[in-house]
């Protein structure tokens, strides 16, 4: 994060600072939601829950396919456990 913030303001006027600024103020938000799941993940772990990991999808809705893929990766863990 050390590096990205170093891009955010060189103090120089210019149409890509806001562009900067938006893209820092994205990084930040990404890096703080990874780091809050990363956190809750360890929890259920310490608590002895078996945690399943899913495809990240890019998607505004899941269609079908993403459903399917869901369930293609859930599918052996839940063969697992019963």
Known sequence: M???????????ESPERELRAAALRA??????RAR???????????RSYEVLSLPFLWEE???LDSIRRIGERLSPALKRTG
Request: net charge neutral; glycine share 6%; aromatic share 4%.
């Open 2 to 12: 050390h590096q990205i913030d170093s891009l955010a303001d060189d103090g120089r």
């Open 27 to 32: 990084a930040h938000a990404v890096h703080e």
């Open 61 to 63: 809705q899941l269609g």
């Open 36 to 46: 809050f799941q990363q956190n809750q993940l360890a929890r259920l772990r310490r």
